[in-house]
Structures are given as structure tokens and as C-alpha cells.
């Protein structure tokens, strides 16, 4: 994670206060990560949270708890300026006053003995008939001709078999290894839903520090 993310990661979860100020995160974050690196790591986070919990006056658990509640980062927009040539739709003219090409053009049908021949040019995979006459061509409904073959065609899901044993999920996971990472037990939380309001993806990874030993970066099946 980088600087940026975790100061917005502070604000969002409302930890930002009178005791803990935006200038007191870059500075925890400067403090906890590697001089060379700009980023930082899972367990280096943790150790920033605990920085928060000192600097607050509080728990290290109440702010663990702070940034559990969060659903991911809170994105915020501009709105556009007003412009009345846009906006008001009676300032329109020509086909966009009758409601638009799309409105125009809906019953509309093209003589293609009218139009030149690029059907060999054609990249949209548009099925035309050689054009050998000048009898009328009518080009409608090409596409949904072609989406209704494939709505009759019946969609297969393919569904794997239950596992033998929990062990045999871990191994499966786990690609045959003894251990497994954080990233590979959050989405074995996912995919099995485990994951929900209760149990979140930030608990899955908390519970993994928890679980794993210290200078460990993986878990074993026990």
C-alpha cells in the first residue's frame, strides 16, 4: 500500500482527529515502512494501526475494529457544469429535435443496390447476399436474427464436484503445497462464501495474521 492509499484509508474510517492529524499518518507511514521502498507491506499496516491506537490514546483494538467496519475506499465525483445547449432540449435542431438518429432512423430501411459494395471490407461480421441484380436488398434484423440463435442455444455450467475432506479443499488451494499465503486464504474465503456482513474480506485477513506465526508469511493446514 502506498502513502496515499493509507492516508485515505485513515480518513475514511474516521480516525483522523484532533490527536491524530493527516501530517501524524505520513509521518507513521514513513516511520513503519523500509527507507527504500515508498510502499507498504500487510504487517507493516498492522504496525501503523498500532502507531494510530498510541498516538489516539486508545486500544489498538478499537481501531483494528475502526478499519473492519470499512467497505473500501469512498469515492466522491465532480458534477458538471450547467451548459444550455445540452441541457435544454428546445435549443435543439435538425434530426436532434425529433428525438435523435435513433429515433429518426428506427423504421428506416437502406437499398443496398443504392449504396456501394464493401462487403468484402466489412469487419463488423455483417452477413450481406451478393448483390447480382438491382433488385432490393433490405438489410433489418441481421443481428437479432443471429441473437436469437444464441438465446436457443441452452448455457452449460460446468460445476465441480464436492471435496473429500477440508483437507482436500487446502490442498487444492494450496496447489499441492503444505502451506498456503494471505491472498490464497482470503480467496478460498471468498469463493467457499464465508465472506459476508459478519465476516468480512478485512476479518479473513486479520484472522490470518492471528493464526499465522509472526515471522511467518504462510499458514499450514493445522
Known sequence: MEGKSFAKLAKDCS???????????????AKVKDKAE?????KQFLAGLALFAEKKGVSSDSVIASVAKSKGPKLTGTKAE????????????????????????????????QTLDRSGADVRGVKHEAVGSKDD????GVFEEEKKEKAKKPKIVEKSAPAD???????T???????IDGKTFAKFAKDC??????????DIDLIFA???DKAARKITFS
Request: hydrophobic share 35%; proline share 1%; aromatic share 8%.
Open 15 to 29: 480516525l483522523l482527529d484532533k490527536k491524530l492529524t493527516a501530517t501524524d499518518v505520513d509521518l507513521i507511514f
Open 38 to 42: 515508498r510502499r507498504i507491506t500487510y
Open 82 to 113: 450547467a451548459n444550455k445547449f445540452h441541457d435544454d432540449k428546445s435549443l435543439y435542431t435538425g434530426v436532434y429535435a425529433q428525438g435523435g438518429p435513433s429515433t429518426v432512423d428506427k423504421d428506416r430501411v437502406v437499398d443496398i443496390s
Open 137 to 140: 436488398h433490405k438489410v433489418a
Open 165 to 171: 475432506s477440508i483437507e482436500a479443499v487446502f490442498s
Open 173 to 179: 488451494f494450496s496447489h499441492g503445497e503444505k502451506e
Open 193 to 202: 462464501g464465508v465472506i459476508n456482513k459478519a465476516c468480512t474480506a478485512t
Open 210 to 212: 492471528k493464526v499465522k
